[in-house]
């Protein structure tokens, strides 16, 4: 049960780092970026290919150094999205479209081939120095204890920008991007700074998993977007009476929850459904995780709209 329980953990704060980028385009921007799907394979991709070949001059440092690389790649196919959009005029969420689309096949070309392992490899979760240093008590908890240091700078990175000029008016352009014209600002580039992080987050979240799991899978990216939907959607709702709660918290403990769930549909076994007096039962497998996750998302929806619909009629 315990270790159930720190998988849970685990991949939900891997997840929670994109999920801070999704809540960027979808909460801040109003953006539907669908290159979400494309930039976090591509952290994947270079994460991978990085510590199975071996960055130049950096030595031990790769795993590290995978993760600078990575957010750096994921923040340049978000200003690719967004330049598509703001100079070409292509709609928000074709720009997106394309952006994946093209960054499948350069994922590919930077891995090498479909699945690449680099089992006995050093990562930023095990290796040498932290055989060193870490007591032999916090051994098992280790790749916990990172993740969650990771998640929290991240989001107090995020927080600190947002509370900044430039954050401010990455707010303003979502909000009403008419008054951000008025300061004699440019709402395109401030979209394509916020396109920029947001993916930045994305590819990150992606070298995190790579690094976690040891090895890249061209298929990891399938349905990414939709998983960071929901990890917004159940946060922003789930904790939005609790006004001290800030946003980028809500969104890493939805994170948490949104995992939390799809792996108590996966343990369920076998799921009944009675119609009448007919009863029809089918079993559960692992490789239902992407249609899991696909009702579970359609049920948030449904279940956000209907409040708000509720809130509207009260008022």
């Given at each position: 049960m315990t270790t159930i329980l720190f998988g849970i953990f685990?991949?939900?704060?891997?997840?929670?780092?994109?999920?801070?980028?999704?809540?960027?385009?979808?909460?801040?921007?109003?953006?539907?970026?669908?290159?979400?799907?494309?930039?976090?394979?591509?952290?994947?991709?270079?994460?991978?290919?990085?510590?199975?070949?071996?960055?130049?001059?950096?030595?031990?440092?790769?795993?590290?150094?995978?993760?600078?690389?990575?957010?750096?790649?994921?923040?340049?196919?978000?200003?690719?999205?967004?330049?598509?959009?703001?100079?070409?005029?292509?709609?928000?969420?074709?720009?997106?479209?394309?952006?994946?689309?093209?960054?499948?096949?350069?994922?590919?070309?930077?891995?090498?081939?479909?699945?690449?392992?680099?089992?006995?490899?050093?990562?930023?979760?095990?290796?040498?120095?932290?055989?060193?240093?870490?007591?032999?008590?916090?051994?098992?908890?280790?790749?916990?204890?990172?993740?969650?240091?990771?998640?929290?700078?991240?989001?107090?990175?995020?927080?600190?920008?947002?509370?900044?000029?430039?954050?401010?008016?990455?707010?303003?352009?979502?909000?009403?991007?008419?008054?951000?014209?008025?300061?004699?600002?440019?709402?395109?580039?401030?979209?394509?700074?916020?396109?920029?992080?947001?993916?930045?987050?994305?590819?990150?979240?992606?070298?995190?998993?790579?690094?976690?799991?040891?090895?890249?899978?061209?298929?990891?990216?399938?349905?990414?977007?939709?998983?960071?939907?929901?990890?917004?959607?159940?946060?922003?709702?789930?904790?939005?009476?609790?006004?001290?709660?800030?946003?980028?918290?809500?969104?890493?403990?939805?994170?948490?929850?949104?995992?939390?769930?799809?792996?108590?549909?996966?343990?369920?076994?076998?799921?009944?459904?009675?119609?009448?007096?007919?009863?029809?039962?089918?079993?559960?497998?692992?490789?239902?995780?992407?249609?899991?996750?696909?009702?579970?998302?359609?049920?948030?929806?449904?279940?956000?709209?209907?409040?708000?619909?509720?809130?509207?009629?009260?008022?």
């Amino acid at each position: 049960m315990t270790t159930i329980l720190f998988g849970i953990f685990e991949e939900g704060l891997i997840y929670a780092i994109m999920a801070l980028g999704v809540y960027i385009t979808y909460k801040i921007l109003d953006f539907p970026d669908l290159s979400v799907d494309g930039t976090f394979p591509l952290g994947a991709a270079l994460t991978a290919a990085g510590i199975a070949k071996g960055f130049p001059f950096i030595g031990f440092l790769n795993p590290v150094a995978a993760l600078f690389l990575s957010f750096g790649a994921g923040a340049l196919a978000g200003c690719v999205t967004g330049l598509i959009h703001v100079k070409l005029k292509v709609r928000d969420l074709l720009s997106g479209i394309i952006v994946m689309t093209a960054l499948y096949s350069i994922n590919l070309r930077i891995a090498g081939q479909a699945n690449l392992p680099f089992f006995g490899k050093n990562t930023v979760f095990i290796n040498e120095v932290l055989q060193r240093i870490v007591p032999e008590a916090f051994k098992p908890y280790t790749v916990t204890i990172i993740l969650f240091l990771i998640v929290v700078i991240c989001k107090l990175l995020l927080d600190a920008y947002l509370k900044t000029r430039s954050g401010y008016l990455l707010r303003a352009v979502g909000d009403n991007d008419v008054l951000v014209t008025s300061l004699a600002k440019d709402k395109g580039s401030v979209k394509i700074i916020g396109l920029a992080i947001a993916n930045g987050f994305a590819a990150l979240a992606g070298s995190i998993y790579c690094q976690q799991q040891r090895f890249f899978e061209a298929s990891v990216s399938t349905g990414t977007i939709v998983i960071g939907l929901a990890n917004v959607i159940i946060g922003t709702q789930l904790l939005k009476r609790f006004g001290f709660v800030a946003s980028t918290t809500a969104v890493i403990i939805g994170s948490i929850v949104y995992k939390a769930c799809v792996s108590l549909a996966l343990s369920l076994g076998d799921v009944a459904i009675r119609l009448g007096r007919v009863t029809i039962s089918f079993p559960v497998a692992a490789s239902d995780l992407k249609l899991i996750t696909s009702i579970l998302f359609l049920i948030i929806l449904v279940a956000s709209s209907s409040r708000g619909k509720k809130v509207k009629s009260h008022a």
